[in-house]
């Protein structure tokens, strides 16, 4: 079996075909799969034995294994004809079993498809894909759609001549995908990914902000870049200076609109149109109308807001409260939406209450982040937009969501109960080994449990069960379809079961016969009865928050996700990333706290908590006094021995990605690897842009200036010997790497291997960097192998490991760990 060539004619001439060309269409596809795949563990390469997914070039000759298959072996096979979707039909496999044995996880596979295009000259393209998370072009990985939305383009070169492309495509049962090449000309592309407000009609038209993103398809770096709006009815003209922006890749800017003076639109109006241009010096390299929709103030509208994440524009969806009064406090209802829609979404499915705001933040993108880091990030970003905009009753702060919202309800409410009157999960998940269980994960087969445990450790602020114990003071109502096939109930009933079993109540609503979305019976006015029924909202109108409860029980484990529980901080743990609890009553004059595992902690004594002036603590049998009569009534206190600072900033790799950085690639070493090391920094701007709708900027190690050490995190990409910036800290690190080998705490690793590293900036250690690196070039690129750009991701502060990851995953790992308070090593 040879492989399948597709020859190309483009049309002739100095130019590629334009934007808006005929794609160029792939009939003929080498397809090879199923392979078994688990969930968190995507990054095998099931190729490895003839080159791996980099180097292959399929033959009728090659032999693979698969426990899916009879006999447990596969052979490439040809499919022809097919142009549009691409359906890859697994025969003679036995899902049926499959299921009974190990349920739809058992399901879960991997299947690759391969082809070749020859073109006459070098070409640049867009690609657009559905259900394709990966693929491969030429020995160069590139990231996909692994969904079916369609804002995400990706921009390659093809190559004169001969073009192998190879797709890794995953999901259950057999695969259906679709993969387009467009032939264009242009520099930069507008992509139809804008963050827009809505406009209110008959009020004043307010300065906006929206979020305008674009790629540069050329090999070169675009700069002189300014992005334009037209002036409107409503705004003025706009011209906002862009950055450099690096070679075939994606940036999205944040615009701010100025309203004309004494602007009102009409009601008549639905929508108010603007012409966005992309300009370099004087030359128009794009344009694109975006539309606002203008609404009603009956109506739910959406609100763009600067993220101090990343300043990036995000938006939310508010109802204010019908006859709103802005002289009186309401309550709000938060509403978190499920996988696959927005917030915008979500409040079509709502009525406006009469008695409360409903505001409905969006996860970032409709599957985001399943309401955890950047998605959780979010939300509390929402709820401060929400205090500084209305004048809202604080006390009064109620959370909902549906499905994967059901879930982030539990997330965020277990994290963080002191902000909340009530909850109200709707049809929600538990974890995520659980929801999508962990069963054939090659790191949990063939792994030293040592090292696992830092994993676990990673990922366990993601365990919503293990978090239950702070709901002592959380009202809860659960809602759940007892025919719910895609979130089964025994979620909700074993969430029901552990409260129970803590002494918490919990009103427990599983409808018969409801499965896992539902409209009818309508309630009153346009809503889904599934997330706003009436019982619901009675239960959730009648709750007040319980801001100083006299008993408390909390369990915490990341102090950067939260430190704080009712009139409790922690201000330091024993040990980091470790089981932390609190056992706290007030008994007339007196505190007494049981804790574990802190080093120092800080007592809000409000009145409320204790009207005293002259108060006894006592902490783990130990007895303080305080005198509180000068007013102060914030108590801080230590361990004998300990002091209150050098508390930990950050944990976990992913947290650099927490506050505004930049990426920046290493320009020191050969032409190759410096092509390399900039085109692993194309896919953490993609990966951040596509999966957080995040902003940042891709730099050389050579233009990074006091101002971006100051500003940002850094990302780094490249030991000492490719990237000078690198090589600049790399002797205030723990850590030696470069030259065939990498030290690191009193251990010399050779060969190839691969570190990444979480640590202070030494130039500015108020900032963060992440490290990329590795001993060999090849090894350098492997580093990103546990790029943290996922919800529930499981890389901790450092991690080493060599090229066996690529069969085994963590099995391939060589050390792993977290860093004190100290940042020295545990």
């Given amino acids: 079996m040879k492989p399948i060539l597709l020859i190309v004619c483009l049309i002739t001439g100095i130019h590629a075909p334009a934007w808006g060309a005929e794609p160029i269409s792939i009939p003929n596809w080498m397809v090879l799969g199923p392979f078994l795949a688990a969930p968190r563990d995507g990054g095998i390469d099931h190729l490895l034995d003839f080159g791996g997914e980099k180097r292959i070039v399929p033959s009728k000759d090659q032999l693979f294994y698969s426990p899916l298959t009879p ?369 054939f994960q090659k790191s949990r087969m063939l792994t030293d449990p040592n090292l696992l445990l830092s994993r676990q450790r990673a990922m366990l602020d993601s365990n919503n069960l293990y978090f239950l114990p702070n709901a002592q003071h959380l009202p809860i109502i659960v809602t759940h379809g007892e025919k719910d096939k895609v979130v089964p109930p025994t979620h909700p009933r074993l969430y029901q079961e552990i409260l129970n079993q803590l002494g918490f109540k919990v009103l427990y609503r599983e409808i018969a016969g409801k499965p896992h979305w539902w409209r009818e019976p309508l309630v009153k006015g346009k809503g889904a009865d599934v997330v706003e029924n009436d019982e619901i909202m009675q239960f959730l109108k009648r709750q007040r928050l319980q801001r ?100 930990k900033s950050a944990n976990s790799l992913k947290s650099v990605f927490f506050s505004p950085f930049v990426i920046v690639y290493g320009t020191r070493g050969t032409k190759q690897t410096t092509d390399d090391l900039l085109h692993g920094a194309r896919l953490i701007a993609a990966k951040f842009w596509r999966v957080a709708n995040g902003r940042t900027r891709i730099l050389r190690d050579v233009d990074v200036d006091e101002t971006i050490i100051r500003d940002f995190n850094l990302v780094l990409l490249g030991s000492g010997q490719s990237n000078a910036l690198t090589n600049r800290i790399l002797g205030r690190l723990p850590m030696t790497v470069g030259k065939g080998q990498l030290q690191f705490q009193g251990r010399t690793h050779t060969g190839d291997k691969a570190i990444v590293l979480l640590h202070p900036n030494p130039l500015n250690p108020d900032k963060l960097i992440a490290l990329f690196a590795g001993t060999t070039p090849r090894s350098e690129l492997l580093s990103l192998y546990f790029l943290p750009l996922y919800s529930g991701s499981s890389t901790p502060d450092y991690i080493i490991f060599n090229d066996s990851v690529r069969k085994y995953v963590w099995g391939g790992v060589e050390d792993a760990g977290f860093f004190s308070n100290q940042w020295t090593i545990e």
């Fill in 71 to 439: 006999n447990g072996t596969l052979q490439w096979r040809e499919i022809k004809g097919q142009t549009e979707e691409i359906t890859l039909k697994h025969e003679r496999i036995d899902w049926d079993s499959i299921y009974e044995r190990f349920g739809s996880i058992g399901l879960l596979n991997v299947s690759y498809a391969y082809s070749e295009v020859k073109v006459e000259r070098d070409t640049r393209a867009l690609v657009w894909s559905k259900k394709v998370p990966v693929f491969v072009l030429n020995g160069k990985g590139y990231l996909g759609e692994p969904y079916s939305k369609t804002f995400n383009h990706t921009p390659i070169l093809l190559r004169q001549g001969v073009n192998r492309i190879l797709l890794k495509v995953a999901g259950k049962l057999d695969h259906s995908f679709t993969f387009r090449m467009t032939p264009l000309q242009e520099q930069a592309v507008l992509l139809d990914d804008f963050t827009v407000p809505d406009l209110l009609a008959t009020q004043l038209v307010q300065d906006i902000l929206i979020g305008v993103a674009f790629l540069n398809t050329t090999e070169n770096w675009l700069d002189n870049l300014s992005i334009a709006t037209g002036a409107t009815h409503a705004f003025k003209a706009s011209s906002t200076p862009v950055r450099p922006v690096a070679p075939f890749s994606v940036v999205k800017v944040p615009i701010q609109l100025v309203a004309n003076k004494n602007v009102t639109l009409s009601s008549d109006n639905k929508s108010h149109s603007l012409q966005v241009q992309l300009f370099r010096s004087e030359d128009e390299l794009a344009r694109k109308p975006v539309n606002l929709s203008v609404k009603s103030t009956k109506e739910a509208r959406k609100i763009t807001f600067l993220s101090e994440i990343d300043n990036s524009v995000q938006y939310f969806s508010v109802f204010h409260p019908t006859k709103h009064d802005p002289s009186k406090q309401y309550p709000v209802i938060f509403s978190l939406h499920g996988a696959g829609v927005e917030a915008e979404w979500m409040s079509d499915q709502y009525s406006s209450k009469e008695w409360a705001f409903l505001v409905f933040p969006t996860n970032r993108r409709p599957f985001g982040s399943d309401w955890q880091d950047w998605g959780r990030l979010d939300f509390l970003e929402v709820m401060e937009q929400v205090k500084q905009r209305y004048n809202v009753d604080q006390e009064r702060f109620y959370l909902t969501g549906h499905s994967m919202g059901g879930q982030g309800v539990w997330h965020i409410g277990l994290h963080y109960p002191s902000l909340f009157a009530a909850i109200a999960p709707l049809a929600g998940w538990t974890n995520f080994q659980i929801y999508s269980p962990f069963t």
């Fill in 548 to 647: 100083f409860p006299k008993t408390l029980k909390v369990r915490l484990y990341d102090l950067t996700v939260n430190d704080q529980y009712y009139w409790v901080k922690v201000l330091k743990q024993t040990q980091v990333m470790r089981d932390t609890t609190v056992e706290a009553n007030v008994d007339g004059n007196s505190i007494v706290l049981e804790t574990k595992n802190i080093d120092a902690l800080e007592i809000n004594a409000d009145r409320q908590l204790i009207d005293f002036d002259n108060i006894t603590v006592v902490w783990n049998g130990g007895s303080h006094k305080f005198d509180l009569k000068t007013g102060q009534r914030r108590l801080k206190l230590a361990r004998e021995g300990k002091s209150l600072a050098n508390a």
